[in-house]
T-cell receptor, first 113, second 114 residues
């Protein structure tokens, strides 16, 4: 069974704060993704990566940085958090992109006050 | 503009009843369509993927159809159980390759009551 873990599961910060969300996959997958999920909207892609050291921009990248340090680890950085970034964040991994199934982590709920 | 529309937004059924969830989309090209189940507070889990121009799949009590001419998909759940309570999300992939993007619907919230 594919495994994707995220930490923390919940985070509260203040406007202007610095936040790092972590994701680890033990599937030996090449691709990793960061999404945000907001009520009434479908998941939206923030950043993704197809290998260690690689980073690709998603559909809603503004205000976010990401870094893929190893094949297993993918981080999402909010350097100046804003209330508009209050959301549920999901990490996912897949062997390849496109048709290949993405396996999702349990999510991190971030609140920016 | 939303390219994947799901209906109904929410649905309440009694345990044992059948239900049908709808997905209409305008994504072009439309390489494949996948249905996910999302339990409250958890990540998405794939139920099935449809690929062909007119496709049908079955996975236990879940069955799905896809008509690419109509850009329409349905997810049928037979003999619902309390554990079927979840949000069901329709996702359209615009390419089969890594160059493609996934387009997510907002989901249908299904509540199964005793």
């Amino acid at each position: 069974e594919a495994a994707v873990t995220q930490s923390p599961r919940n985070k509260v910060t203040v406007t202007g704060g610095n936040v790092t969300l972590s994701c680890r996959q033990t599937n030996s997958h090449n691709y990793m993704y960061w999404y945000r999920q907001d009520t009434g909207h479908g998941l939206r892609l923030i950043h993704y990566s197809y290998g260690a050291g690689n980073l690709q921009i998603g559909d809603v990248p503004d205000g976010y940085k990401a870094t893929r340090t190893t094949q297993e680890d993918f981080f999402l950085l909010l350097e100046l958090a804003s209330p508009s970034q209050t959301s549920l964040y999901f990490c996912a991994s897949s062997q390849l992109g496109g048709l290949y199934e993405q396996y999702f982590g349990p999510g991190t709920r971030l609140t920016v006050l | 503009k939303t390219q994947v529309e799901q209906s109904p937004q929410s649905l309440v059924v009694r345990q044992g009843e059948n239900c049908v969830l709808q997905c209409n989309y305008s994504v072009t090209p439309d390489n494949h369509l996948r249905w996910f189940k999302q339990d409250t507070g958890k990540g998405l889990v794939s139920l099935t993927v449809l690929v062909d121009q007119k496709d049908k799949t079955s996975n236990g009590r879940y069955s799905a159809t896809l008509d690419k001419d109509a850009k329409h998909s349905t997810l049928h759940i037979t003999a619902t159980l309390l554990d079927d309570t979840a949000t069901y999300i329709c996702v359209v992939g615009d390419r089969g390759s890594a160059l493609g993007r996934l387009h997510f619907g907002a989901g249908t919230q299904l509540i199964v009551i005793p």
